[in-house]
């Protein structure tokens, strides 16, 4: 019994200081990027979260500073016109009343730094968000010897592929020899070959937001 109780107590010292944490991070206005990370051609959206009062307007600005010549728009609550556009608004971008911005079709040059200035009924605020707009990885391709290596010879794979992060190797089957040697970004691969290094080599490019494999490349050491 009384173990159930201390128990409860527990909980309810627990609900209490998550509660306290809840109001402290209610009070920190912030962009979120909705997803996380943009992909060209997609769209995002800069969430405002934080603001709790009445939004009586808000500007937005693409740029180092809040000049005019880097403004996007300025939305004005209860207005019946369309947000008022500035230098640097163009078709895909929508405003919503509560400070939010969407961009559609997303360019690289729509990366960069935006601000929001928003004005509620009882102070003004800018809160600043830094967009990235990523590619996805190309299929990566292998190429190789031109003619049939023979034992001992030094055979180079090269991974051919853009915007990766990461580059992997893998073989079919079995692993990697131990004495293959990786250039610094792991693009090319290369193997003093032995009789068992033959087999299906792939090379693997991903980053944030995409993951491609390469068509399988054969390795066939000649027997002598
Ligand atoms: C603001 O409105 C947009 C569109 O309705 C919505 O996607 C977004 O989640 C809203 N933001 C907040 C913080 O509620
Ligand atoms: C981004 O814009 C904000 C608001 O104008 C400014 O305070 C901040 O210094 C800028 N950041 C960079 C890295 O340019
Ligand atoms: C924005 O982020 C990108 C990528 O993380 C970085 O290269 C760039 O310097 C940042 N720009 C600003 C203004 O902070
Ligand atoms: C390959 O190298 C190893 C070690 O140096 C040697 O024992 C072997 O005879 C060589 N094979 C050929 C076909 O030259
Ligand atoms: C290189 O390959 C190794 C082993 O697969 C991996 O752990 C590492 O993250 C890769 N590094 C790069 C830059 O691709």
Known sequence: MYLQIHHFSHCVLLAVLLGLAVDVTSGQRS???????????GAVTLRVTGITEEIVSFSWFKGPNTNAQYQILTYIAG???????????????TAFSNGSLQIKDLQITDGGNYTVKIQTVKAAHDIFVNLSVYEPVTKPKITGPTTQPKENDTVTLTCDTSKATTIRWIRRSAGISSEAKLSGDNKTLTIIVKRGDSGEYRCEAENLVSKESSDPYKVSVACE
């Open 31 to 41: 962009i979120q990027l909705i997803p996380q990370y943009p992909v060209i051609n």
């Open 79 to 93: 207005s019946s016109n369309p947000p008022l556009t500035g230098l640097q608004y163009n078709p895909r971008i």
